[in-house]
Antibody
């Protein structure tokens, strides 16, 4: 069965960096687009970024553009989110999600999430 | 960029039917598929409807989705409400430059 396990969350000071990872299993990873979605405490879902199946295309939410970078390693079945210049408003649970397709429009399966807290 | 607007909350009694709307601010609702996700307290979201009206395996047929071009909105209908349906529900769609747009979410209370 599809499994997505996020890691790398924690407490970080404003302005610092953090790298999240998501390890996938149970499917052919290189066939699917992968997303990151976040949810601030008590708030709704906010889409963050998507990367196509082969890494050829990446898209970002305006709120993170220029600060976050999504990448993937199809040989290791992992997708990562490099987060730089972190702000308090980046504090959230970050979910990794697998798309239904190779290019990204439908978040079919979700991981359990990893909590990022940006605080001094 | 377009927005998806959902009611903040809805409530209904067990056994009844409830409909949650999702209005698209610009661009045609029919141009891009709409998905619906259920998020139970303390859990990750799961898909209940994809591609406007398709149910993943394991989702009961009490859940249905539709799209209405005249109101430029999508709807999630849950019939025969059960206490376990109480959750937050999010619609999601996309366009060429915005792969992931979520509605603000609707809290469903089953009274």
């Amino acid at each position: 069965q599809v499994q997505l396990v996020e890691s790398g969350g924690g407490v970080v000071q404003p302005g610092r960096s953090l790298r999240l990872s998501c390890t996938a299993s149970g499917f052919t990873f290189s066939n699917y687009a992968m997303h990151w979605v976040r949810q601030a405490p008590g708030k709704g879902l906010e889409w963050v970024a998507v990367i196509w199946y082969d890494g050829s295309n990446k898209y970002y939410a305006d709120s993170v553009k220029g600060r976050f970078t999504i990448s993937r390693d199809n040989s290791k079945n992992t997708v990562s989110l490099q987060m730089n210049s972190l702000r308090a408003e980046d504090s959230a649970v970050y979910y990794c999600a697998r798309d239904r397709s190779f290019w990204g429009y439908d978040l079919e399966f979700w991981g359990q999430g990893t909590l990022v807290t940006v605080s001094s | 960029n377009f927005l998806l607007t959902q009611p903040h909350s809805v409530s209904e009694s067990p056994g009844k039917t409830v409909t949650i709307s999702c209005a698209r601010s610009s661009g045609s609702i029919a141009s891009n598929y709409v998905q619906w996700y259920q998020q139970c307290p303390g859990s990750s979201p799961t898909t209940v409807i994809y591609e406007d009206n398709q149910r993943p395996s394991g989702v009961p047929d009490r859940f249905s989705g539709s799209v209405d071009s005249s109101s430029n909105s999508a709807s999630l209908t849950i019939s025969g409400l059960r206490p376990e349906d109480e959750a937050d529900y999010y619609c999601q769609s996309y366009d060429g430059s915005n792969p992931g747009v979520f509605g603000g979410g609707t809290k469903l209370t089953v009274l």
